[in-house]
């Protein structure tokens, strides 16, 4: 496993991005050689293009980065190129990525081709052996590289805690969201739209939920992904909070496990990461709070790194079985840290 | 019908005391006479004692008013009271009210005997019938005045919308709030816990909520009020917003009506204080929007100045039967307008 | 002097022009003709092209009216139009003002012309006189109509305050300003930029504010505007507020007066549009408030249906003579309201 | 110098105590020993009687520890205390202080003994020689500990940037300060006071800058402190930030040097801290962002660990000589870490 891999970065001047070249930084693994944007910014420095919003200081060799137009011929040019994560808006991410992937492997967070049905939509720890796939795209679609995808920020960090509910028979999910602004991206939500105020919309955020859900917790049988069957219904919120999506959870289980049981589940479920010791994985997935008031964003959302997701308030449901609380870091496990893992396990699976 | 009603105002003092006052000044049937409090301020001009955090300006003559203690005595000697409003916190509530209600009638927006079983727990549009406890409870009591009680904020604005779907066979709601901070009173929730933040937890809250619907929602048998059957799950959230609950609500039903004919449903909703065209009652209990990212608490609260609620986001669920979100204004019909609307139904009918 | 007056509004999408069109709604003198907005939006009709950021709600007539493009020739066929409003931004309105003001009077928030030696820049209580300049600026131009201009919205309030002091030889201004996330408009500021935080920087916000009080409170020759000699130094910040600009202010002064006397100089102050009754003027186009910890934005910017200043925290300066708190409301006073007085005094003057 | 020393955290509970307890965590030479409140949590475990809002997690042994009340006896019994810092709230701090400090160093971050004449008021890279009292103050009181003290918070970022401007002849200061929620304290500042507002009025804010500065930058005679003839006046404003108090200020310089000159001034500033290389010490106690929207609260006040101010917008002034703005953090420099450096000072000159 050959580790010392050059990256490029599309759509590096948005905030997912901006927090890709963060966290690729310190990488062990992966080292910033491209870094690509759309034409309005191509041919400037990074420096001068971006309106850099993370809360550490942008990096100065970064800042002195040309940006170059999120083309093949133009990422051929400006490096040598082992892999591509791309960050890039939707209508552009389509398109850009599947040109890229002739070549490159590509991880993406964008939506575009996440529901494609050659394409995985992986949370490492839940579905690694849906990478499987990859060699099947490669052949289908004949490129030398491939597009692996990772799900909506608020299907991630939802769908890490119903994996270890499966042992209990899951079947349906109603959950209700308060998400973070920085999920809008940068501008994003005004902030006279959001001052004193709930925004209780967010485009085709729960169809994504509904539909992620059910790929990601599908099974793989060698050939395609055969969804799963559980029924998921959403309602989507944006709150006054910079980062960490909190979600309210109702679930329906085949069986009726205790509390116990299911704090012990949330709490001892590990995964392919873990077993890897991927540069990127939390010890803990899943971290359970035991305080009547928590997660709460601020406090929560930099648990191990930004890539546990936090759950707490456990509880029987009357009507469902369980409701409990669950907490992500919607940028780094969300979005920049949660692709970074997938090429991590694709990586060390020798796939990339 | 004598309609020059003198009224005390117990604990005004308080966020919901200051509502109390804001909202009778130009009241054509109420009359504030007494404003009282507890010891710590009583003796005190209300204005030196006040906080004052209402938008509007305090009223010159409400500031220059003397604050005399909570006991039945004190009142008394204080001014020729015909009817008593008390937003006192929790704990002092239930005696005071208790020694009060021997003599007057007492509107409460505590808690401590919304659950008694001789105590109505009214919402005008609701229940209004459920007043028929009122000569139940002087009687068993011995009392000359009465209580009655109006339910949790939260809760007032869900059962005013569950209400209408009692026709298509209610049987389960979930409910997730995203609850704002005057909720709390004053001075309530840190600015240090809510900034960049969400506090999944209320205290009380979510019990509040599934225990007092089934009384409201209950019939009443000449005797005591029938619980309704409804099962109800809630999982309560303090979020950064300053009036305006908002609340997302999943709901099973046996029949199986069209998005249209639930909306019809809800605007079609009037009740008592709309036919008995009382002074605080909204045209519209409940009022639909049609767009779709409303209602939103900064935008919606106000509606029907604060009296009415505000339904949205209808939709069929795959889960339940629908899904929509509801918000009210949770200091003025979930608190001090709701319990005035009570006193004028229950004036309007003779009781008091 | 003819009083039913249609006029346009351009840039009438925008924050500025929605709130034009809240406050010209039961406008006994100005009824609405004509809305104008840029090509994006120019054809639709207003309730399909406008993010509608009130907290009323969007007018029904209003939303059905079409948009018609910014130009001369475009608003002449839509409507038989005697004045215009004008909240386009910066880069648009030069051009387009000076255009439509060959024809029409043109009442303008926008900063283009404000510094034009022949055209007026007018708060109706501080330099009424300088109307005089309208004369010359037709004959001048050639125009039939002519261009008005209205302070910054910063500016407006401290020259509101000003004013009154110059009896006592005012000299020198030191100001730091907490101004209003509406002053940039909509969308405007991020919210990821905002929570939590303070941007200590308006883009040539202090320029504004130094050089528009000379003109303001300079004297009108009968020919030409002599500048004020008032030195002035701003120092500008965006804060997290919805609305209303907190200014503290360090005043020198060439006299000593007593708080007692500046306050009473605050007090008595009035001027034209309080003389000429004008339908937008406030009572007191100063309120003086005696708490230590007032004015605050959200208790304070509505007074005077937000056309007062409000002023607080007049205290002695060890460096300068007195220094003082104020507050306005941005978009009130600070933008469309005082662009509505400005049209009202001069039409009460017969000019318009 | 022996440097394993343990101290005692008086007023443990609050928000600077809990800074002090984190800061403290991994400090080489301080380590916790005892933790010390008032009556109300004397007799609990830490974990219990404190409502923890540092954003890192309560560390476990921290939460193990007793709370002893804060007396003298009590602290002696609970451990071999070498020194004591107090983050005591002002009515308690003055004779608890006075009564630990007849048996150990205090360091105190109340200001119940700043203007003490016999008592140092300290930042360490200012006026590191005023810590010369403390042998006359130990000889005067018949002591065996002394009270050393630090400035308020917005003094102290303050007065470090006056500091190097004191070369340039410094003889007036005009600020105005936006300063962060937490310098109230928890619970503080009420959310419903703050959202969507600015509360122009801070208690005794200014009084303290007006008198704390002129003790700081005064000189030591080897007998007392002569304060500076600095004439300072404040205007002091709470706004909606968690931490990091950003300060608005205009200087009037004898001299007049370039906007390079103060530039080179504020990076060349460096004081005893750095040279003694204390542990605390921020490699540059000032630091000069260029770009014209900083420093701001939310990207700025970690710097230097929460140690460094950070300055920028250094502009020519009209009125005085030149303006900047300038930001520290309120709870680490401003407060505990601003504490355990001097402390550091202190010990490291082998005076405690």
Redo the contacts between chains.
Sequence with gaps: MRLNRKVAILGATG?VGQRFIELLQDHPWFKIEVLAASERSAGKKFGHACNW?M?SNLPTEIAEMPIVNVDLESIRKAGNVDLVFSALPGGLAGPVESELASEYPVFSKASAHRMDQDVPLIIPEVNPEHVGLIPIQKKARGWKGFISTDPNCSTIQLAMTLKPLMNFGLS???V?T?QA??GAG????????????????ISNEEDKLECESQKILGSFNYDRIMPDKL???A?C?R????EGH?E?V?V?LDQDPTIDDVEEAFRKFKGKPQELNLPSAPDNPIVVREE????????DR?EGRGMSVVV??IRK????TI?Y?CLGHNTIRGAAGGGILSAELIVAKGIA
């Design positions: 905030a919003i809360n349906k999910v109603i209700t308060m602004l920085s940068y501008p994003g939500v005004s902030s006279l739209d959001i001052i004193d105020n709930v925004i209780p919309f029924i998921l219904s309602s919120n709150v006054n909070v910079r909190l309210s109702f329906k009547k008031n928590r997660p709460q964003p601020r406090f930099k707490g308030r449901d009357p009507i469902m409701k609380m």
